[in-house]
């Protein structure tokens, strides 16, 4: 009867009261690392460190755990253990294990990449700080306030205005409101009030930044004390030999390089003196990305934080945020660029996009991302002139499901019926969760009549599917709406409605059946 759990995208196993394996399904094999079959007999003690015996307790215990592979490396996995009997009736436990290594890596690294930047902000030996987008104070670094001797709390939620003499306060607020409007990044020169009274001759740089919404965030500023002079050109070179940040300076004549620091020679892998008179344009992995980089220059004069992707001496490529100004060097006119590595969080922040687009349940695509994707698919659809249907699948009863077995049992009569759905349907098919017992399906290049060929079939593999309870097999059955796109002026959110329509019906004409939407339900 463990079979069952043959085909489960989870670990599953069954232990008896003393820890002895009867049974492991073959993800879990995979995932700890063994070879098929070679669990069954071992004491689940050999990977759970905490034992199975710390799980006790009547009914169904989940944690999140520490598992040992075979290997010895440690995974992270959530852990839910049920009581039930055996196939002669003696007590066993039924465990299910979710990898979840992954995304505790993923956390550790971005908690790691957020402490960095806040010891980076702190440490900087240039006055930095942070306005908001109505030009209030965010935060500042220890050097702003060493430069001028104005405590933190002073500043935190307070304009220019609240802090120093109208006119010098009208001055920066007049750069902010720039770029608020136009964005970008802009240089200036204008006093900066200390705590004796005094005025600063400073040269400020200012740069607009977005938030996660691709909306403006704020404003970040960099103050340069002019009070005792500009660094010479020996203390300039030493500073950029120092940066972290790859910087090269190219002739815009010819895009020739006439000087890159160390960092940016490690960047492209390349020996510096190599780098020094070789095109610009040799690193760029595309040509579009380029072109855009350059009309931008034209355009604004600046590029601030855009995404490029360079290559290496060998033809690899990495992702950077790049940075180009334009400036003239002893007559000579230049782009001066900043690169920095972010291949590793854009890898990163990909990895999470697609955590949060799948169903953490059932492993198919959640609410958002189906409607995504189908949206995709409804346009490519009207382009080419082509059918396409659309499906709402519910569960008969599921909560009569819930109530007499448990939560854990629905939930994994849940993943059966999101895998069992896959199984019957086609590779470029897309099956998403509604939430709850409830899921959809986009069929592609179908009619209705086509469609209800397809949800037949999947309905009937779904009433003949056994779902293992904690003591018996039971079976679930679905009702099914179908629907189709009208004309090109459709939605993909009108078609799901009348898909729902047609599923009501199917449930009052007494469920396990399939009914297409017709005018007038």
């Not at 082509?386 to 629905?410: I, Q, R």
């Not at 209705?448 to 599917?465: I, K, Y």
Request: aromatic content about 8%.
């Amino acid at each position: 009867m463990w079979r069952l759990y043959d085909g489960l995208p989870s670990g599953v196993c069954v232990a008896d009261g003393d820890g002895t394996i009867l049974y492991a399904n073959p993800h879990l094999h995979r995932i700890l690392g063994y070879e098929p079959g070679t669990l069954v007999g071992l004491s689940a003690s050999e990977f759970d460190c905490d034992e199975l015996a710390a799980m006790a307790l009547p009914g169904v215990q989940s944690r999140e755990c520490r598992y040992r592979r075979r290997d010895g490396a440690w995974m992270w996995v959530v852990e839910a253990v049920t009581e039930t009997d055996g196939p002669t009736g003696e007590p066993v436990r039924l465990l299910t294990v979710t990898d979840v290594s992954r995304h505790h890596r993923v956390e550790a690294v971005l908690r790691d990449q957020l402490l960095m930047k806040e010891v980076l902000f702190e440490t900087l030996p240039v006055p930095v700080f942070l306005k908001d987008a109505e030009g209030r104070y965010v935060d500042c670094n220890d050097a702003f306030e060493r430069f001028t001797g104005l405590p933190r709390q002073r500043l935190i939620e307070r304009t220019a205005f609240a802090v120093m003499d109208r006119r010098v306060a009208s001055a920066h607020a007049a750069m902010d409101q720039d770029l608020v409007v136009n964005w970008g990044q802009r240089t200036y020169e204008e006093s900066v009030p200390v705590s004796d009274g005094t005025l600063k001759p400073a040269r400020i740089s200012k740069a607009a930044f977005c938030n996660s919404e691709g909306q403006l965030g704020g404003i970040v500023g960099v103050i340069h004390d002019l009070s005792k002079g500009m660094p010479d050109e020996a203390k300039l070179q030493t500073i950029l030999e120092q940066s972290p940040i790859g910087v090269s300076v190219s002739r815009r004549s010819d895009g020739i390089i006439i000087f890159a620091n160390t960092r940016f020679a490690e960047l492209i892998a390349m020996p510096r003196d190599r780098v020094i008179g070789s095109h610009a344009r040799d690193y760029y992995v595309d040509e579009q990305q380029r072109s855009r980089v350059l009309e931008r220059l034209r355009t604004s004069g600046s590029v601030v934080n855009m995404e490029v992707q360079f290559k290496r001496a060998d033809g690899c490529p990495f992702w950077t945020l790049f940075t180009v100004n334009q400036a003239v060097i002893q007559g000579v006119q230049v782009n001066l660029a900043w690169i920095y590595d972010y291949t590793e969080r854009r890898n990163m922040e990909e990895a999470l996009r697609e955590m949060a687009s799948k169903d953490p349940l059932t492993g198919i695509y959640n609410r958002r991302s189906f409607m995504e994707m189908a949206r995709q698919q409804l346009a490519r659809a009207n382009r080419f002139q082509e059918p396409m249907s659309v499906m709402v699948l519910d569960v008969d009863h599921f909560k009569h499901v819930n109530d007499s077995y448990g939560h854990a049992t629905g939930d994994d009569a849940l993943r059966l019926v999101a895998g069992a759905c896959t199984s019957v349907l086609r590779e470029y098919d897309l099956l998403g969760r509604l939430g709850g017992e409830e899921f959809v399906i986009a069929l592609p290049g179908t009619t209705p009549d086509e469609g209800v060929v397809v949800a037949e079939r999947v309905r009937r593999h779904l009433s003949r599917m056994p779902i293992p309870g904690p003591a018996v097999r039971f079976h679930l059955t679905a009702s099914i709406g179908i629907a189709c796109i009208d004309s090109a002026m459709d939605t993909l959110e009108k078609a799901i409605h009348r898909a729902d329509l047609a599923l009501y019906r199917a449930k009052r004409e007494g469920r396990n059946r399939v009914c297409v939407y017709q005018p007038g339900l």
